[in-house]
């Protein structure tokens, strides 16, 4: 397929190819650093929230305020930022003041809050695109009831401490993950026939998804006093790298560029 004189089907394959290979690279990082762990998974999570980040800045710029897009990708923006800002607390909590696993803190209010720009993103989006998807929209908000209820059973059965807060943000988390799956499945189910639209939707929607996976993991771990909470340090690095990888393919073919559209005419009219 061809779009705009280039060709999306080697673009795509060269993303999940470089996606793949850098998820494999960095990840290894955080499994075979040893005893500088804490500091591998802190930089190297940091790295790919500061690139999608930086990536969503440009759309920001390139595309301004606008339309569907332009206030969609801005609330993006608005809540990887705030994750960042989250990333970074939780990184000086960790290696500045030496206190192992920092939750909750201050760096939760900055997660929790950026649940909201990400939220605006995707239901507005699903507004525009979710009127073929109403089905599709009550089979994932069954599904995602069905597993919140069952995590919450797991993680009360399960928990250790008697922190009322910890307790609530551990639960928190998963929800408002439910909240984010239910319209991105929806979207996804919408979209699945263009290969433009559907690209850039299963990364994102498997980003969130390896995102709910995280945060129950850490949550359930949390609760439960157990060790090796590192291990959804990968989860959350690849979920970064996802979004990265979305909002490459948003930069590249929904954006416009008149310089980039007129140097594809010339070329196309010789």
Known sequence: MRYSGFNTASVQRNLVISLIVSAAISNSLIIFSGEDRVVFSNWTINAAAAIALGISLLITWRQKLGGLYGKTYAAFTIGLALWFVAEMLWTYYELGQGIEEPFPSLADAFWLAGYGPFAYHL????????????????IASLGAAIFLAQLTGIILSTAESTDTMALAISIAYPVLDAVLIVPAIAVLASLWRGRLTFT??????????????????????TAAGLDGMWVWDLFYNTSYMMAAATLFWHNRFFVFDEKRVKKVWQQENR
């Open 200 to 221: 850039p939707w299963v990364l994102l929607s498997s980003a969130i998804l390896i995102t709910a996976v995280a945060d129950s993991g850490f949550a359930y771990y």
């Open 123 to 138: 239901f507005m989006t699903f507004r525009f695109f979710g009127k073929v998807s109403k089905k599709h929209l009550f």
